[in-house]
Nanobody
Framework: QVQLAESGGGLVQPGGSLRLSCAASGRTLSTYARAWFRQAPGKEREYVAGFSRTGGYTYYADSVKGRFTISRDNAKNTIYLQMDSLQPEDTAVYSC???????????????????WGQGTQVTVTS
């Protein structure tokens, strides 16, 4: 059974940085698409960034392009989200997800992902 565990969230001032990690256990996810989503209070879940199933392509939401960077370490079965120039509007619960059936046309749709972590809170405030 696949389990995903996020870490690295916290409280940061505007302009600051955080690095989130999502470690997978239970099986190797090298052939899974993996992604980060976020959900702010009162808002719908939003796709943030992700890898294609092959890992050869990365995708970002327009709102985070140039500020966030997704990376992966296949040996550790872990993906990361480096978040720089954080703003108050980035405040949300960030969750990682993995899916075998994710394709380009549905990668931003949370329903396409099979496995989810419990989420980690990121709060950006002065």
């Amino acid at each position: 059974q696949v389990q995903l565990a996020e870490s690295g969230g916290g409280l940061v001032q505007p302009g600051g940085s955080l690095r989130l990690s999502c470690a997978a256990s239970g099986r190797t996810l090298s052939t899974y698409a993996r992604a980060w989503f976020r959900q702010a209070p009162g808002k719908e879940r939003e796709y943030v960034a992700g890898f294609s199933r092959t890992g050869g392509y990365t995708y970002y939401a327009d709102s985070v392009k140039g500020r966030f960077t997704i990376s992966r370490d296949n040996a550790k079965n872990t993906i990361y989200l480096q978040m720089d120039s954080l703003q108050p509007e980035d405040t949300a619960v960030y969750s990682c997800a993995a899916g075998r059936g994710v394709i380009t046309s549905n990668l931003r749709n949370g329903a396409a992902y099979d496995h989810w972590g419990q989420g980690t809170q990121v709060t950006v405030t002065s």
